[in-house]
Each structure stands twice: as C-alpha cells, then as structure tokens.
C-alpha cells in the first residue's frame, strides 16, 4: 500500500467521524495525517516495521503509527472497516461528487438506494433525486452537469497545462468585459502545486452580473455549469472547469485568502483569529467579543492586510500548506523566497544533436532572448540509444559546435555539457577523462528503474562520488502526468542520497519540466534541511521548453529555497567561479550578487 492510499483511507476516516458529529480534534488529526501520508517524501510502508521511526514523524503519534503498520502489513485497517459498517455503503463516493452534502448524501443512500455515481445519475436523468428534500430540479441538473463535467477530465490537471490555461482565459476575460478588474487566478494554481482540480479565478466589479454574463459567453466555454450575480462556473473547450468569484473591491483581500488555500492555512489563520477574539471568513473580519455588539465587518482590499491584521507578514502562497509557516511569521524566520528574476542560468538543455527538436544555436538564442546570462547544452551520452545519445566521438564535435556557436552569438556565455547516463552498476557512458572535457555532467538514471532501495541508492551515490559529475538529474525518474500518472518514482533511501549530495558537493536538479517537477517540493524541504545545493533547470528539447523555469522556481518556493540555495542565481562569472571549486568546497550557502 503507497501513501497515496494511506492518505485517502486517513482522509475518509476524517470525514465519516465528521459527519458522526465526533471532537474536532479528533477529526483534525486524521486530516492532517492524511496530508502526511500524502507528502511524505519517502514510501511509509519501507519504514513500518520501525515503529519508532514513524513516531519520529511529526504529526504522528502512536495511534496513527500503528494504523500504518497495519495498513501497510495487511492492506485494510480494522478501526475504517468498522467506521464505514456505520454508513451506508457508497456514502463516500456520494460524498466528492460537487453540490452533495453529508445529508443529502445520506438520504439519497437510505431513500433511494444509491450507492454509487452511476446510480445518482441515473435517479437525476429519471427526476427521482430531485424529490428529496432541499434539493430541486435546479440543484439535480447542477449536480448532473458536475459529474459530467468531471468525467471529461481526469481528476488532477498538471500545472503546466492549468495555469496557461487559467491565465489565457483571465486575458480573454480581461477583453471581453472592461467592468472586471484585479482578475486573478487562486487556488491550487495560485499556490503552484504540481497538479490542480480546477481553476479558480477571482476579480473585483461595480457591476458582478456583467462580469459573470461576459465569462459564460466566452468563446472558449462549451458549458455553463452555474451562473448567478457574482459567480459563474464553466467548462472550456479544453474539458477544463473553471470557476469565477466576483467581488467588490473591498472584499477582494479576504476572499482572495481564502480562495487560495490550502483549507488547512485557512483553518489555522481562523483559529489566530478567534485566539485574538476576531472571526475570520472569506469576507473580512468581525468581533467575537460578547461586549461589541455592532458585529461590524472589518474589510481588506489586499491579503497584506488580513496578515497584519492578525499580527503577522504577509505569508507568499506557495508557502500556505501546514509546514510551520504562520510560526515562522510570528518568529520573524519566514524564507526571502527565491524569485523568477534570480535565475541567471538554465544547465540543462538538449539540442537536435540527441533528442531536441532544434540546433544548438536556436536554443542558444532563445536562451539569450529571456534574458539569460548562461546556458549548457547538455545532450544525451551514448547509453541513451533511443535517443540518440553521443559518441565520445560525436561529444567532442559537439563540444566543438558550442565553442562555435558561444564565439558566434554575443551576450550569453554557452557551456559544454552532457546528460550522462548512470548505468545499472553505478558506472557513467564517458570515462573521466571525457568528462572532464566538459563545463556540466548532468547524471542521470533512464534505465534499471525496478532495481531495489539499496541497490538504486548506491547506484546515484556511486555517481555522486564521480569528481566529475556536476549534479543528479530528475532524481527520481518520475513522471508526473498528461491527464494520468505515467510513472512512478524509483525506490530511494533519499535521506542517504540528501546526505551523500551535501557530503561530496554534488548538485541536486530540481527538473521544471512540468511533466517532472523532479524533485518535488517536499523532497527539496528535506534537501535542503541536509545541507543540499539545487539547479533549477528546464530539460527544454525546444525553444518554448525554456519557459518552463517558472514551474521549477514555484516548486523550489514551496520547499523554502532562498536565491541562496540555487546555485544558477549566481551570474556568469560568479557561476564559473564556482565551478571551478573542487567538488568537496562546493558546499554551504552560496553568496549571491547582487
């Protein structure tokens, strides 16, 4: 049993002791162990047996330890089976389906027997779901265009596909109604996470019907799911659902907050307040003292606000997950977050030499047009045969055309490099002598992924120990999804290779290829609390590749890296400067210049 699974049994073991109406502590912490489970960088079934080891987690005591070595022992869990015994079956199933609540749900399972999708779909298209109370023709046709809004979609979206979309429509909707101001986008997006439900959009109007009317005619909706005064949701010609919230401008603070999440961050800045005799919602803020009895609403036009409001920085959104970051506002130790600007350099890209789709001019070039002070170009070493992977040869011509191509286009500094494969045993395609012909080695596992933990662990640490092996590349080999996962990550001992990296000054890359985000952002916390240094790079195989430079800076966010942390923030000759280190100095902060 993976984590995934574990998170999504803890999430409904959070849910039926809701709706039992149990302590909300209790319920919290089944909720907050499930985003454990979900973000736990390791597989918690490789650490079972060691009860201590669990513990250790923050977050989980014993309980919930012991309800991990038995999920991961037997694949059920004794304490759900009995819950769900309580309900009727199907009852969570009801449950995700947008617009059903707990009592709805429970009385579609009791009164009309419906235990499944399926089967509300087929009592709302014979109008029988709309008899039950609070319900209604209006409510049902809602419901029924949700789940068929969410069948042409796969549950996730991956971020390289919403965010386009939610800013390419924020742009239409920005032309096609001049009473929308402030259009931003929230949510998950907002927040940069790997993957998306849906898009949320949120804007500020004196005049919310138009805002709404405009954004339903839009040319790119094919369905209107929901539209009233001042929100509107609807599905585009891509099978994406996006919802719109209007607002007035002095809500737009507030409801921007709570828009973008996560629930978690919304809950305990709810809690601050109340501590502080305040009740926040999506709107502002009002008293909750017994002695002030106007209950007036406090309004913020901006977040910053909210956040100072209740005594503290304005915390970035990608920051806003439950990993300590309201105690580190209140103590001062919020991270000065990396930013897109602070990236100087992009040292992995491949030309039509291996599997890129353009010479290594046209890269050069477009490298040099966004603004970049340096580039390597780092095809594919010979192991690579599907993709066309270089000769020793090959490699040295290769070398060759980019001393060419540096000398001939001016104002961007090109390094010779290669993505180099890290055989089964631990060996690399070139010997130390080619290698060290280079400016970058980007290693890399593309092959032997189903080897076990110990084995593919010593096979990156062996790479690692190379002298000449500037950094590990997509270190875990996942895939994240077009739609569904593709790929699942090789089993690792990270927290052997996190040591390893930081001991022999090896680079870990944090791959911005949305496909990748490899590392992940929790994987980067945990490097970087090793000691760990990173390369944000975008594997671009075309010129639009490079864009991608913002997922992977929105991923090292999310793991708390400073400008200090990513090597490629340095410019060029800061940058050389540093590669010319013997690999053991090459470790600490990095000075950055400014």
Same mark, same amino acid.
């Given at each position: 049993?993976?984590?995934?699974?574990?998170?999504?049994?803890?999430?409904?073991?959070?849910?039926?002791?809701?709706?039992?109406?149990?302590?909300?502590?209790?319920?919290?912490?089944?909720?907050?162990?499930?985003?454990?489970?979900?973000?736990?960088?390791?597989?918690?079934?490789?650490?079972?047996?060691?009860?201590?080891?669990?513990?250790?987690?923050?977050?989980?005591?014993?309980?919930?330890?012991?309800?991990?070595?038995?999920?991961?022992?037997?694949?059920?869990?004794?304490?759900?089976?009995?819950?769900?015994?309580?309900?009727?079956?199907?009852?969570?199933?009801?449950?995700?389906?947008?617009?059903?609540?707990?009592?709805?749900?429970?009385?579609?399972?009791?009164?009309?027997?419906?235990?499944?999708?399926?089967?509300?779909?087929?009592?709302?298209?014979?109008?029988?779901?709309?008899?039950?109370?609070?319900?209604?023709?209006?409510?049902?046709?809602?419901?029924?265009?949700?789940?068929?809004?969410?069948?042409?979609?796969?549950?996730?979206?991956?971020?390289?596909?919403?965010?386009?979309?939610?800013?390419?429509?924020?742009?239409?909707?920005?032309?096609?109604?001049?009473?929308?101001?402030?259009?931003?986008?929230?949510?998950?997006?907002?927040?940069?996470?790997?993957?998306?439900?849906?898009?949320?959009?949120?804007?500020?109007?004196?005049?919310?019907?138009?805002?709404?009317?405009?954004?339903?005619?839009?040319?790119?909706?094919?369905?209107?799911?929901?539209?009233?005064?001042?929100?509107?949701?609807?599905?585009?010609?891509?099978?994406?659902?996006?919802?719109?919230?209007?607002?007035?401008?002095?809500?737009?603070?507030?409801?921007?907050?709570?828009?973008?999440?996560?629930?978690?961050?919304?809950?305990?800045?709810?809690?601050? #307040?109340?501590?502080?005799? *305040?009740?926040?919602? @999506?709107?502002?803020?009002?008293? =909750?003292?017994?002695? !002030?009895? &106007?209950? $007036?609403?406090?309004?913020?036009?901006?977040?910053?606000?909210?956040?100072?409001?209740?005594?503290?920085?304005?915390?970035?959104?990608?920051?806003?997950?439950?990993?300590?970051?309201?105690?580190?506002?209140?103590?001062?130790?919020?991270?000065?977050?990396?930013?897109?600007?602070?990236?100087?350099?992009?040292?992995?890209?491949?030309?039509?030499?291996?599997?890129?789709?353009?010479?290594?001019?046209?890269?050069?070039?477009?490298?040099?047009?966004?603004?970049?002070?340096?580039?390597?170009?780092?095809?594919?070493?010979?192991?690579?045969?599907?993709?066309?992977?270089?000769?020793?040869?090959?490699?040295?011509?290769?070398?060759?055309?980019?001393?060419?191509?540096?000398?001939?286009? #001016?104002?961007?500094?090109? *390094?010779?490099?290669? @993505?180099?494969?890290?055989?089964? =045993?631990?060996?690399? !395609?070139? &010997?130390? $002598?080619?290698?060290?012909?280079?400016?970058?080695?980007?290693?890399?596992?593309?092959?032997?992924?189903?080897?076990?933990?110990?084995?593919?662990?010593?096979?990156?640490?062996?790479?690692?120990?190379?002298?000449?092996?500037?950094?590990?590349?997509?270190?875990?080999?996942?895939?994240?999804?077009?739609?569904?996962?593709?790929?699942?990550?090789?089993?690792?001992?990270?927290?052997?290779?996190?040591?390893?990296?930081?001991?022999?000054?090896?680079?870990?890359?944090?791959?911005?290829?949305?496909?990748?985000?490899?590392?992940?952002?929790?994987?980067?916390?945990?490097?970087?609390?090793?000691?760990?240094?990173?390369?944000?790079?975008?594997?671009?195989?075309?010129?639009?590749?490079?864009?991608?430079?913002?997922?992977?800076?929105?991923?090292?966010?999310?793991?708390?890296?400073?400008?200090?942390?990513?090597?490629?923030?340095?410019?060029?000759?800061?940058?050389?400067?540093?590669?010319?280190?013997?690999?053991?100095?090459?470790?600490?902060?990095?000075?950055?210049?400014?």
């Amino acid at each position: 049993m993976d984590n995934s699974d574990i998170a999504r049994i803890f999430s409904d073991i959070a849910t039926l002791l809701q709706l039992k109406g149990e302590a909300v502590f209790k319920t919290r912490a089944y909720q907050r162990a499930a985003e454990i489970a979900a973000e736990y960088p390791g597989e918690l079934s490789a650490i079972a047996d060691d009860l201590d080891e669990l513990k250790s987690i923050p977050g989980i005591g014993d309980a919930l330890a012991k309800k991990i070595q038995e999920l991961s022992g037997s694949g059920r869990l004794e304490y759900y089976e009995d819950l769900k015994s309580e309900f009727p079956a199907g009852l969570l199933t009801l449950l995700e389906v947008p617009g059903i609540g707990p009592k709805t749900a429970l009385r579609a399972s009791e009164q009309l027997d419906i235990h499944s999708v399926e089967g509300l779909e087929a009592a709302i298209e014979a109008g029988e779901f709309e008899k039950l109370p609070r319900v209604g023709h209006k409510n049902a046709q809602s419901i029924l265009r949700h789940i068929r809004s969410q069948r042409r979609q796969s549950d996730r979206i991956m971020l390289g596909l919403a965010l386009p979309a939610a800013e390419e429509i924020s742009g239409r909707l920005a032309e096609a109604c001049p009473d929308a101001s402030n259009i931003t986008v929230a949510g998950s997006s907002r927040r940069m996470k790997e993957s998306v439900g849906d898009i949320d959009l949120l804007c500020t109007s004196d005049d919310p019907p138009a805002v709404t009317k405009a954004f339903a005619a839009l040319d790119d909706v094919i369905d209107v799911l929901g539209q009233g005064d001042t929100k509107a949701s609807v599905v585009l010609k891509s099978g994406l659902q996006v919802d719109l919230r209007v607002t007035e401008s002095r809500y737009f603070g507030a409801l921007l907050l709570y828009f973008t999440g996560s629930k978690q961050h919304g809950i305990n800045l709810r809690a601050r #307040a109340q501590s502080m005799g *305040l009740s926040l919602n @999506e709107y502002g803020l009002t008293s =909750d003292s017994s002695s !002030d009895s &106007t209950g $007036e609403l406090e309004t913020f036009d901006t977040e910053a606000g909210v956040y100072e409001r209740l005594g503290l920085p304005f915390i970035p959104p990608e920051l806003r997950e439950d990993h300590g970051e309201i105690e580190a506002a209140e103590d001062g130790l919020l991270p000065n977050l990396l930013i897109g600007p602070d990236i100087k350099g992009d040292l992995h890209v491949h030309s039509d030499w291996s599997d890129g789709r353009v010479p290594i001019k046209e890269m050069v070039v477009a490298a040099r047009e966004l603004g970049l002070e340096y580039v390597a170009i780092t095809d594919h070493s010979a192991g690579r045969g599907v993709a066309n992977g270089l000769s020793v040869e090959r490699l040295r011509a290769h070398n060759a055309e980019i001393e060419r191509v540096e000398a001939e286009v #001016a104002g961007i500094r090109v *390094l010779k490099g290669s @993505e180099v494969d890290i055989r089964a =045993d631990g060996a690399l !395609d070139y &010997t130390d $002598e080619v290698l060290s012909e280079l400016d970058i080695v980007i290693a890399s596992v593309h092959s032997a992924m189903g080897q076990e933990r110990a084995v593919m662990t010593e096979r990156v640490i062996a790479a690692m120990r190379n002298p000449h092996v500037t950094a590990i590349g997509h270190l875990t080999t996942r895939l994240v999804f077009d739609g569904v996962r593709s790929r699942e990550p090789v089993d690792l001992d990270l927290d052997a290779v996190f040591r390893a990296a930081a001991d022999t000054g090896t680079l870990l890359e944090i791959n911005a290829s949305p496909k990748r985000l490899d590392l992940r952002d929790a994987h980067v916390m945990q490097a970087r609390k090793a000691g760990v240094l990173f390369l944000i790079d975008t594997d671009a195989h075309r010129p639009s590749g490079l864009s991608f430079m913002r997922y992977g800076v929105g991923t090292a966010r999310r793991g708390w890296c400073e400008a200090r942390d990513v090597v490629n923030t340095m410019d060029a000759r800061a940058f050389d400067e540093f590669l010319a280190l013997p690999k053991e100095r090459r470790t600490g902060k990095i000075a950055v210049r400014t």
